[in-house]
């Protein structure tokens, strides 16, 4: 039996009911965003989506059950917000879900992993560590712990760089006299605005050093979860990627060029007779030439 014709029936609504957040909840960080939703099996019909939106602005949307949504709170001022979820069925009739208030914190809350592997070149070690940090968006607080395992840190500190890129210092953590392993972010820590920025690109890092390797030992790279972390560098969820930074490298990866024991990119090349391409920028504050690899 069909609906929505000249001559049939109109067709039932869709139905959705918001299930998270609920009503006056506190969040902060990264929340799911969750519905139910049902079309008319009698006429056939199916939920085609679900799209979510906070003040009325769309944040999200799922097309397959359970119907949610993961959205990052932090990119709304704290205080008090409205959450609805709206269904299209396959007949592109739709219903909306009264608004639910919420609150948000403002905070960004981030669960970082440190290892080795993180670290250029990477020591010989088996230590870890874990770090829980929350930043409060609008004032740049910040309060956190890092546990570690399988070192004794000479210093934990959070840095300004990108991922296989390194930068100066923005806070240095101070060890716990009560347990072993834990280091805790200062009391009154402040992230300036700039590094607030960094922080929201994926550019700050944890890092901890030791008496054998006094460049580190082991890293975590504090990430925001709209940021993915790619070989290349990172990227917003949705977008395109872009080249992480580095100090000695200002230019747009275009190809693959061999030079000793490690790759380097550039658009800087030239063919020379017999076809083969060469690079002559300046790398690593000397001017070298490399070989293009053509395989």
């Known amino acids: 039996m069909g609906c929505g014709g000249a001559y049939q029936p109109v067709c039932p609504a869709p139905m ?40 009325g602005a769309l944040v999200g949307t799922a097309t397959t059950s359970p119907y949610t949504v993961m959205w990052n709170s932090t990119t709304v001022s704290a205080g008090t917000h409205m959450v609805t979820g709206k269904v299209t069925d396959s007949a592109n009739d739709t219903a909306t879900t009264p608004a639910v208030s919420f609150t948000t914190t403002g905070h960004a809350a981030l669960t970082v992993t440190m290892t080795s592997a993180q670290i250029l070149p990477t020591p010989s070690s088996s230590a870890s560590g874990t770090a829980h940090i929350t930043v409060k968006l609008e004032t740049g607080a910040m309060r956190g712990t890092v546990m570690l395992s399988g070192l004794t840190a000479t210093a934990v500190t959070i840095n300004d760089g990108f991922a296989g890129a390194t930068g100066p210092r923005v806070i240095t953590l101070v060890a716990n006299g009560g347990t072993a392993g834990q280091w805790d972010v200062p009391a009154g820590a402040l992230l300036t605005q700039e590094q607030l920025t960094a922080l929201q690109q994926g550019k700050l890092y944890v890092i901890a050093t030791s008496v054998a390797n006094p460049r580190g030992e082991i890293r975590g790279q504090i990430v925001p979860d709209n940021i993915v972390v790619t070989a290349g560098g990172h990227r917003r969820r949705g977008q395109q990627r872009t080249e992480a930074h580095r100090p000695d490298q200002g230019r747009r990866r275009h190809g693959s060029l061999v030079g000793g024991a490690r790759e380097h990119q550039c658009r800087r090349r030239r063919r020379l007779r017999g076809g083969r391409m060469v690079c002559e920028c300046r790398y690593a504050h000397r001017a070298e030439r490399r070989h293009w690899r053509t395989d």
């Open 16 to 55: 959705v009911t918001l299930t998270a957040p609920a009503a006056g909840a506190m969040e902060s960080g990264t929340i799911a965003l969750t519905a139910t939703a049902s079309a008319s099996t009698a006429y056939g019909l199916t939920v085609s989506k679900v799209d979510f939106l906070i003040d």
